[in-house]
């Protein structure tokens, strides 16, 4: 069997006496990391904080524990919201702070099909805590389940799916109170549920 070949569960397992399998998973999932730091940090900004990425994951190499499902992704989530944490502080103590660090609205935009959504969709993320605001976007947009979220934030699984639950509905409600009867946007609780 190749490196290639190697499920991520393998590829992990190895990570503290091969190094060089860094270059599987960067090659396996790059782009998916790229698109998480993108919108946070937007498109300029994830170029560089990529690369700093995966050598922050090659130095905790030693450090690693798969993820029940296997994949290497909450792992390698988990070190890019510390690596984007480090890069707004910085960014704030050079005096490039903004309301919304942490948070690329463009990208948001760029998920919705019109510009008129935008606001919504800023109205609903602007409720949450920032705790939750990123749980429901590991699950919303990076696909991850919630206990492969809940293993990136640091959290246990109940505690995930407590806080998604409560993200959503706090987001639908905030929806509502701003549009009115609301298309289904896949990221907030069932609207039967909300009364």
């Known amino acids: 069997m190749t490196d290639h070949e190697r499920s991520d569960r393998l590829l992990l ?5 091969q190094p060089e399998l860094i270059g599987v998973l960067y090659e396996r999932h790059a782009p998916s990391v790229f698109r998480f730091l993108s919108r946070r940090a937007g498109p300029a900004a994830a170029e560089d904080l990529l ?7 090659l130095s905790a190499r030693g450090r690693v524990v798969a993820h029940d499902s296997g994949s290497a992704l909450p792992w390698l989530y ?5 690596v984007l944490r480090h890069h707004f502080r910085d960014s704030r103590a050079g005096g490039a702070a903004s309301h919304d660090a942490g948070m690329d609205w463009d990208a948001v935009e760029d998920r919705l099909d019109a510009q008129a959504r ?3 969709l800023r ?4 409720v949450l805590s920032t ?10 947009w990076e696909g991850l389940t919630p206990a492969e979220a809940a293993s990136t934030v640091g959290i246990s699984q109940v505690a995930a799916r407590s806080r998604l639950h409560r993200a959503r509905m706090r987001a639908a409600r905030a929806l509502q109170s701003v549009a009115g009867p609301f298309p289904d946007y896949p990221f907030v609780a069932n609207q039967e549920n909300l009364t």
């Open 131 to 140: 705790a939750e605001r990123d749980l429901l976007l590991l699950v919303a």
């Open 51 to 57: 690369s700093e990425v995966f050598v922050a994951a």
């Open 118 to 120: 935008r606001g919504e």
């Open 78 to 82: 988990g070190i890019a919201a510390n």
């Open 13 to 17: 397992a190895g990570l503290p006496e």
């Open 123 to 126: 109205a609903a993320l602007s």
